[in-house]
């Protein structure tokens, strides 16, 4: 048996036989890894407030092989604004199944724990929580190498200008002279000031990521986009948010493909 101390956020907690709770842990040296809480679920546990979903501590486990106890813990941060508001409830319980699955099928990697850590926060106290989930989770695709290429056209490699008609297929924005090259059916226009966001979210320091100002308009665009091409990349539907909006429109507008000069 080793002793590992580590910073950990807990991205799922289910109670486990006689009042114990399972918990998925994602740390920053170790990626996502299961531990069990002894009796967390008892009022009287001193790992009650350690085994909260959400919560950031610092923990003391014991174990071997993956399979981890939890010995000791204390509470950095419960982000409790979380489970007081379904918006911030939604958009957490989208991006932690995300995020989860990224950290679960990748060896594990600082980088997804620290965008996490800024994104949780961001979640827990911005005006568009769910936004900001739609947001982190098209950061989490670039860090894993699944980032769409918003630099220039994708068949010609000329800057675009005019209309920006991005392919979920060939994974990138085509110009008006190769947009033929793509499929109607898995196309989208996006405006300037969408690409230009998107562009931000892939390249920017976390600690500048979600300091930006988007119209409601452009905050459609980038949600539709960033919805469609997670499902696609990580080959799974995700539902966390398909109550609170959705992307009827996802294929080619052919009203907006009128006006760019069809
Ligand atoms: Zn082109």
Not at 201 to 211: D, S
Request: proline share 3%; charged share 25%; net charge neutral.
């Amino acid at each position: 048996m080793s002793t590992l101390v580590t910073k950990a956020f807990v991205m799922n907690s289910f109670p486990w036989k006689d009042r114990h709770r399972l918990l998925h842990l994602l740390t920053p040296e170790h990626g996502l890894i299961t531990a069990m809480a002894p009796a967390a679920e008892s009022l009287k546990s001193k790992l009650r407030a350690v085994s909260q979903l959400f919560s950031y501590s610092e923990l003391t486990l014991s174990g071997q092989n993956g399979r981890y106890t939890v010995k000791d813990g204390a509470v950095i941060e419960a982000f409790t604004a979380l489970s007081q508001d379904l918006d911030r409830l939604a958009a957490a319980a989208h991006a932690v199944e995300v995020f989860s699955d990224v950290a679960r099928n990748d060896e594990p990697n600082r980088q997804v724990f620290e965008l996490w850590a800024y994104t949780v926060y961001e979640i827990s106290r911005s005006e568009d929580p769910v936004f900001i989930a739609r947001m982190s989770s098209m950061r989490l695709m670039e860090i894993i190498g699944l980032s769409p290429d918003l630099d220039a056209c994708i068949s010609c490699r000329e800057p675009i200008e005019g209309a920006y008609f991005f392919s979920y297929l060939a994974g990138g924005l085509l110009c008006e002279k190769d947009r033929a090259k793509g499929q109607r059916d898995a196309m989208t226009v996006l405006s300037k000031g969408t690409v230009a966001l998107l562009l931000h979210i892939e390249r920017a320091p976390f600690e500048k990521l979600y300091r930006f100002q988007a119209s409601d308009k452009i905050r459609r665009e980038a949600s539709c986009l960033a919805d469609r091409w997670v499902e696609e990349k990580m080959e799974k539907r995700y539902k966390r948010l398909s109550l609170l909006d959705s992307c009827l429109d996802f294929s080619f507008n052919t009203k907006e493909s009128e006006k760019a000069g069809e």
